[in-house]
């Protein structure tokens, strides 16, 4: 007796066998507030300062995912609620292991009043995950530009007077290779966040 398999039986068996595994594999779940971008985008090359010796470059945002947020250290309600939410949402995360715990990244649109030292001390209100930075217009200018943020100081914006800056309240998110990959719009929930961001590291791999 010949062992051998009949062709059809041979194709049925195939099929069944993809089936299975479709079945078994587990689709993506859905995001709840944060929208991801259909590919990782690259940022432009910059260097942000920050009260430490060495300016803060791309290079040191690879190697963990980070919250990119913008805003200004006289900022009377969105800056301090918004970082206060961030901070909450990845203490929610502190079970993940260190390279996939978020940073928190607060980039001054306000240089002429934050300088680094004055945002250090900011930053150190909202707990260890937030690292505060400043930069120069053209810098500023090419970072939110890639991001699609917005930011805009007053014409007579005169420190000794005072004055508002206009700024997005939106948080974007920056895969581990430094990529920009998603953002959050307000208004903003720390639970809600950290489900999405638990959501999007799960595939956050960077473009080829």
Do not use: W
Request: hydrophobic share 45%; net charge neutral.
């Amino acid at each position: 007796m010949h062992d051998c398999l009949h062709p059809r039986r041979t194709l049925i068996g195939l099929l069944l066998a993809v089936l299975v595994v479709a079945g078994c594999a587990k689709a993506p779940e859905p995001l709840q507030v944060a929208t991801r971008l259909p590919q990782p985008r690259p940022l432009p090359n910059f260097a942000l300062q920050t009260a430490g010796p060495t300016p803060l470059t791309p290079a040191a945002l690879r190697g963990h995912p980070t919250l990119l947020f913008f805003g200004f250290a006289n900022c009377p309600e969105i800056c301090p609620t918004t970082l206060t939410t961030l901070a909450s949402a990845v203490r929610r995360l502190s079970y993940l292991p260190a390279t996939e715990q978020p940073l928190i990244l607060f980039v001054s649109v306000d240089p002429k009043r934050d300088t680094p030292e004055r945002l250090a001390q900011y930053a150190g209100h909202f707990g260890g995950h937030v690292q505060a930075a400043s930069a120069d217009a053209m810098t500023l200018d090419a970072l939110t530009r890639a991001v699609g943020a917005h930011y805009a100081l007053p014409a007579d914006a005169d420190p000794v007077r005072g004055y508002a800056v206009e700024h997005s309240g939106q948080v974007y998110v920056l895969n581990t290779a430094g990529q920009f990959m998603a953002v959050f719009s307000p208004p903003h929930d720390a639970a809600i966040m950290a489900a999405d961001l638990r959501r999007l590291l799960d595939g956050s791999g960077a473009s080829p």
